[in-house]
């Protein structure tokens, strides 16, 4: 059951990545919601506050699953990556709204406190990469140390453009299969694949 706070956060969701900040009005955020306007002034007291609260909502999730995956001791630095990879994979795959605001804002924003969180959130991600590749190479579960952030990026590169050309790559495999079932082999697919690049940039061999 969602709180009223989290529908509004949703229905703002949706509507900032449809209509961008600038072309989403309070007045809209309520009617998708179904509450009364004076809601979103109760709960974060402006349309910026409220922006600035959603970016903080969905950067915290991502922090969370981080931090389990690290101080798990039943499964090894490679299958930490492997874990990474499927996690951040489905909530691209699942949070469309957000990533397509997410890019957005990479690109255009403004408002300090987006630019804070964007930050932290990628120096949350490399200081994770950095602990899970020095703990594999100590124990020889990786033999290359590539740069940590390059790493990062060809994660989360290769997955937010695959994500934004998916329809493109629909039309060229001529694929009329239904949207669902196409997105379950397409982004199955591209997990393997990044797993694949990541196995060479680490040199983990499965079979060693």
Not at 80 to 108: A, N, P, T, W
Not at 175 to 195: A, C, Q, R, S, W
Request: hydrophobic share 35%.
């Amino acid at each position: 059951m969602l709180s009223k706070e989290e529908n509004i956060l949703f229905a703002a969701e949706k509507l900032f990545a449809e209509l961008g900040f600038e072309g989403t009005s309070t007045r809209e955020i309520a009617k998708t919601a179904n509450v009364n306007i004076s809601m979103i002034s109760y709960y974060f007291g402006s349309k910026e506050k409220l922006y600035e609260k959603l970016v903080e909502y969905r950067m915290n999730e991502g922090q969370f699953f981080s931090k389990d995956i690290l101080e798990r001791t039943d499964i090894n630095e490679w299958e930490k990556i492997e874990k990474i990879v499927d996690q951040f994979s489905g909530k691209v795959r699942h949070q469309k709204c957000f990533y397509r605001i997410m890019q957005r804002e990479q690109l255009h924003t403004k408002n300090p406190q987006i630019v804070e969180f964007l930050k932290e959130t990628k120096m949350g991600f490399i200081a994770m990469y950095s602990k899970i590749l020095e703990s594999g190479l100590k124990k020889g579960i990786f033999t290359k140390n590539p740069p940590i952030y390059l790493l990062h990026s060809t994660v989360s590169g290769t997955l937010f453009y695959a994500s934004n050309a998916k329809e493109m790559y629909k039309e060229f495999l001529n694929d009329t299969e239904d949207e669902e079932v196409f997105d379950e082999k397409y982004y199955t697919e591209l997990n393997k694949h990044i797993k694949y690049l990541l196995k060479d940039l680490l040199g983990y061999e499965e079979n060693k």
